[in-house]
């Protein structure tokens, strides 16, 4: 077929491709693409850019405009998605490919996209791609630019803990989603790749790539490598020779597994102006070689374990722009530490010392840095008040000085000169915001996070006026005020006023709102709930005086927190189709009915639909019935508490598969960044835990438990229960278990409590236990084991002879039994000596009776003088027992008096 040029300027095979390739894709909301609906010349198209001579298709830029954000559902909102047709390979005059900050739902990435001989540009970043990097790629001879880090997409906004009580409790907390990530066993392809000078394959799986270095170093005009968060597995300390020399920017950083010091290669790469070794593992001293990386502007070493001083060749580094040396350990005097920095003190236009031990306070020295952008002294005990000085900071963007000791007044005339302010955060602080309702400030913030300064009563006037503002946190801020109507009209996408006195009703209608997050947690509220903001994730309305019934909710709702109010009415069964609910806490309202598709039983929909949970707490309720095997599906779950029901049946074999690991994300999440109330984050649980209740908190995302006890469930403890590694505490007890403890329980490594006891469990203690080296608790008693208690290791320092009472056929020195043949029952006849021993009590106690009763009854009923002396007795034992209790009572009245 031959190739025609209409009186449009597009070529009719290219159009013809694009339009294949836009019938496979599902446009967003900002329908980005419906440009290619309308007219015939497709070098007019949105993203499409075609040579002015030639009329080719050179370009096809489709990234998504609104890049991922945590805050935001623009991301997902307006992506593309949908399948990537190879009709695109019509278009070989391509030179530049951008399918970024789309949504390709893990599909991987097309192996013919390395027929685009011709591509100088690829940019695959934050789509959502999965599986294998096609090494394919590795033909595209003339690309000077890849691209494709896909950064974690995190589907929760909130790991916060909920609860659901009244009828059941329900604990939940949501572990971060993490989609499937591109990976590569081994990057060899891209040293084909001779012309490339930026490539960035940040957040990508390289655990297996052990090439990386070594691949990185032939690549002789790479400029820019950016390998954040990629799991690398090592990093080779010396290269045999350093060919990458022309590198200008390096970021290495969040690469936790090297653990080591930093590598000699790198004082050769003296043309960096960009050094990103945050969270990488390194430790040790940082060298003088850092000085003869003349050519840094930015330096970020925070997140490590160096020596916490600063070393003498960052004073001699004079072009230096920006340096971050968060969590650094480093303490002293802030001021003496800004003085180390040397020659590029006064042109720094970023300082990042966040979570340090930092002391002093900020006046007569910040008001002279004048250059300053980023200012990030955040979480140290820093003193004293905020100079008016700060004033000087007229190039200021980012302001961070929460988490400190400061105190004092803050007036307008600190803000004066900081037009270029953009985000202010001067939270968990001593300070009075103390302005006049009449201020009109002279920035415009997208951020204001204030939280336990102090601002009221009266809400604050001149935030009207701040038009960009995206993120508001007042919480705690001793407001007494109604909110105002215009509060509502700013873009705001998060809003945390919890914990004032904040009266009134909230607008009937905020469906047309941007916001993600709604806290008003802790305030006076009243009146029944809005209509609320289709895109909205978390809402947090507790402790109010919130009436009426729940609401319609919004199919993006991840938390619900309502508890405490005078809610009503019944649950609406629509509440079950929420998948992405995973915080649920409506506890202390006035709600009636049953719950929804629950019954009596333990819902068959929480494992179904909510794939997320980490924590789930349902002890102490009237749950009957079978224990869900869909449950196993919570493949994140830390904590599965269902103690004290009734259930019945046995345990499902599905619950060995529990993996239980640890995981960073949990971790962080569990921190939260700031932003929520503090009420939301410092939630509880009350757990059994080593045979004692205990209350987590700060530690809670470090607990992994399976709690069944307390039921009455039967049958035998499957075999599949050893493959729970990483478990922490699994107690059984109170329940009618049969059959031997499995002999693969020793395989659980992690297992700090194990609690068997109250059933009907037999044969011999696996030796395998005296393997669980980290075991503290064991509690076996009260059930039919037999033979030698065994020892070793762990199992020797548990003295405690209570731990096997009621085990008639043990022995062992601890129980004061020795060992012989006689008295251990062998495995596999236990049972059938128990029904022996039983024919026999029932044969015997008919007789025994009879002659036990004309024994004792007889003799007092024909014998007066036996007859009367027994009741004698007993009337002086009755005497005695009432005057203990009448003295005891007496003095415990005095005593609380």
């Not at 967003?28 to 009329?55: F, K």
């Not at 003295?799 to 596999?828: E, F, R, V």
Request: proline share 4%; net charge negative; with cysteine.
């Amino acid at each position: 077929m031959s190739l025609s040029i209409a009186t449009y300027a597009c070529i009719d095979v290219e159009r013809e491709a694009l339009l294949t390739f836009r019938a496979g894709i599902v446009d967003g909301v900002g329908h980005s693409l419906s440009s290619w609906d309308e007219g015939q010349d497709c070098c007019g198209w949105r993203g499409v850019v075609c040579d002015s001579n030639t009329h080719h298709i050179l370009e096809l830029n489709l990234c998504n405009p609104y890049h991922w954000d945590l805050y935001s559902t623009n991301w997902s909102a307006y992506a593309l998605s949908g399948e990537i047709n190879p009709s695109l390979l019509a278009l070989n005059h391509l030179t530049r490919l951008d399918l970024s900050s789309n949504n390709f739902s893990g599909i991987s990435i097309p192996e013919f996209i390395a027929s685009f001989n011709n591509l100088t540009h690829l940019n695959l970043s934050n789509s959502k791609f999965g599986g294998k990097i096609p090494q394919q790629l590795g033909n595209l001879s003339k690309l000077h630019s890849l691209d494709l880090s896909s950064s974690s997409f995190i589907k929760t906004v909130s790991p916060l803990l909920g609860n659901l009580s009244s009828l059941w409790y329900l604990s939940l907390n949501s572990a971060f989603a993490v989609t499937s990530m591109a990976n590569a066993d081994n990057l060899e392809w891209i040293s084909q790749l001779a012309s490339l000078k930026y490539l960035d394959l940040g957040w990508m799986n390289l655990t297996n790539a052990a090439d990386w270095l070594h691949v990185v170093n032939k690549l002789q005009s790479i400029k820019v490598l950016l390998m954040k968060d990629t799991s690398l597995p090592s990093i080779p300390n010396s290269l045999s020779y350093v060919n990458f020399t022309g590198l200008t920017t390096l970021d290495l950083s969040g690469n936790s597994q090297f653990n080591t010091t930093l590598p000699i290669w790198l004082w050769n790469l003296t043309n960096l102006s960009y050094l990103n070794l945050a969270s990488a593992g390194f430790y040790g001293k940082i060298p003088n070689d850092l000085a003869k990386l003349t050519s840094l502007t930015y330096l970020y070493l925070g997140g490590n374990n160096f020596v916490p001083t600063l070393p003498r060749a960052v004073g001699k580094i004079c072009g230096l722009r920006g340096i971050d040396l968060s969590s650094f350990g480093v303490g002293g005097d802030v001021r003496e530490l800004i003085e180390m920095l040397g020659c590029s003190r006064r042109n720094l236009e970023m300082i990042i010392l966040s979570s340090n031990n930092l002391q002093g306070n900020i006046s007569n020295w910040l008001e002279s840095m004048t250059n300053l952008k980023h200012l990030d002294l955040s979480n140290n005990s820093l003193v004293g008040p905020v100079p008016l000085g700060i004033g000087n900071l007229y190039n200021i963007e980012v302001l961070d000085l929460s988490s400190n000791s400061l105190h004092g007044v803050i007036s307008e005339a600190h803000f004066a000169n900081l037009t270029k302010l953009v985000e202010l955060r001067l939270s968990y602080n001593s300070l009075i915001i103390s302005v006049d309702q009449s201020w009109v400030p002279s920035f415009q913030l997208t951020v204001i996070s204030l939280h336990s300064c102090r601002m009221g009563p009266q809400f604050p006037a001149w935030l009207k006026w701040q038009l960009q503002m995206n993120e508001l946190n007042l919480c705690n801020t001793s407001i007494a005020d109604t909110l105002p109507d215009w509060l509502w009209r700013l873009p705001l996408t998060l809003l945390d006023l919890s914990n004032n006195q904040i009266a009134g009703r909230l607008p009937a209608s905020l469906q047309s709102n941007n916001l993600d997050i709604l806290a008003l947690a802790s305030n006076n509220l009243e009146g029944p709930l809005p209509r609320l903001p289709e895109r909205l994730q978390l809402l947090d309305l507790s402790d109010n005086a919130i009436s009426g019934p729940l609401p319609q909710l919004p199919t993006s709702i991840n938390c619900l927190m309502l508890s405490n109010n005078a809610i009503n009415g019944s649950i609406p069964s629509s509440i079950c189709d929420h998948a992405s609910l995973q915080i649920l806490d409506l506890s202390r309202n006035y709600l009636s009915g049953e719950l929804p598709r629950a019954g009596g039983r333990i819902p068959i929909w929480i494992g179904e639909k909510l794939r997320n949970l980490v924590y789930l707490q349902l002890c102490s309720n009237i749950f009957d019935g079978n224990i869900p095997s869909q449950l196993a599906k919570l493949a994140s779950l830390h904590v599965l508490d269902l103690a004290d029901n009734m259930l019945s049946g046995s345990i499902p074999c599905s619950f060995g598969h529990f993996t239980m690991v640890y995981s960073e994300l949990a971790y962080y999440g569990h921190l939260g960044n700031g932003s929520f109330s503090s009420s939301v984050y410092n939630s509880t649980m009350e757990l059994v835990m080593k045979g004692r209740e205990s209350t987590y908190s700060e530690i809670l995302y470090l607990v992994r438990t399976m709690d069944l006890s307390g039921n009455n469930l039967s049958g035998e403890i499957p075999e599949e229960r050893g493959a729970l590694r990483h478990i922490s505490n699994l107690s059984f007890a109170r329940n009618h278990l049969v059959g031997k403890i499995p002999e693969k329980i020793g395989d659980m490594l992690s297992l700090e409590s194990l609690d068997l006891s109250s059933n009907e469990l037999s044969g011999d203690i696996p030796l395998s236990l005296s393997k669980l080296t980290f075991l503290d608790h064991l509690n076996l008693s009260y059930n039919n084991l037999s033979g030698r208690i065994p020892s070793g290791n762990q199992l020797d320092t548990l003295d405690d002879p209570s731990i096997y009472i009621g085990n008639a056929y043990l022995c062992g020195p601890l129980i004061g039994k020795n060992y012989s043949g006689d008295q251990a029952i062998p495995t596999g006849t236990r049972n059938y000596v128990n029904r022996f021993e039983m024919v026999w009590l029932y044969l015997g106690m008919e007789p025994g009776f009879v002659f036990g009763f004309w024994t004792v009854c007889g003799t007092l009923l024909f014998c007066m003088t036996r007859r009367n002396t027994y009741f004698q007795m007993i009337d002086n034992l009755f005497d005695k027992i009432y005057v203990t209790v009448a003295v005891t009572m007496n003095r415990l009245k005095r005593k609380w008096r």
